[in-house]
């Protein structure tokens, strides 16, 4: 029965460590299995659109993504030993992270990937994508490398709803006009 697991954050040192290869031996154990079903269950949970294994403390190269979109090319995947073998163009936008919670900033990415791995059940796999996907794929490599985006990207600050549930707690003073 797959479980939720706890999600580590900023500041642990699983998080800034290179993962460690999957051997093709370790994918048909039960207890690997289960790691990606609890995985799975903890991204949903979250809730989240990807997840690396460092993220719950499991310094392994996989990693879970989907979308939660209605295209079948978004998800949901596992991918194993991901490998990034092409990368075009360039853009930014705003991105967040399940291991830096409440925080965003805006981050340079490739603007079309290809990944290869493999998938639960040790098969070779090919995901191309182009836009959140694509930057979806970056984000969940880079934390199999040690790597948070906030290591990378520019103008890191609290995001809009914890700015406004911190305003609830404690409202911002009147600003005061000066004549």
Excluded: W
């Excluded at 499991?58 to 073998?85: A, W």
């Excluded at 970056?138 to 990207?153: P, S, T, W």
């Excluded at 600050?157 to 600003?175: F, G, I, S, T």
Aim: aromatic share 6%.
């Amino acid at each position: 029965m797959p479980y939720v697991r706890t999600i580590i954050h900023d500041g642990h040192p699983t998080l800034r460590k290179t993962a460690k290869r999957v051997r093709p031996d370790e994918i048909a154990d039960p207890l690997f299995q289960q790691l990606i079903d609890d995985m799975f269950v903890t991204m949903y949970a979250a809730p989240g659109i990807g997840l690396a294994a460092p993220q719950i403390d499991v310094s392994k190269r996989i990693f879970t993504i989907d979308l939660h979109d209605d295209d079948p090319e978004h998800g949901p995947f596992v991918v194993i030993n991901p490998k990034l073998v092409e990368a075009r163009g360039e853009a930014e936008a705003a991105e967040g992270c399940l291991s830096v919670p409440g925080y965003v900033g805006e981050m340079k990415r490739y603007e079309s990937v290809a990944v290869t791995g493999v998938d639960r059940a040790g098969k070779k796999i090919r995901l191309e994508g182009e836009g959140l996907f694509a930057r979806c794929l970056q984000h969940e490599i880079d934390h199999l490398n040690g790597v948070l985006y906030i290591d990378k990207a520019r103008d890191v600050h609290l995001a809009r709803e914890e700015e406004e549930q911190l305003e609830e707690v404690a409202p911002a003073p009147e600003a005061e006009s000066v004549g």
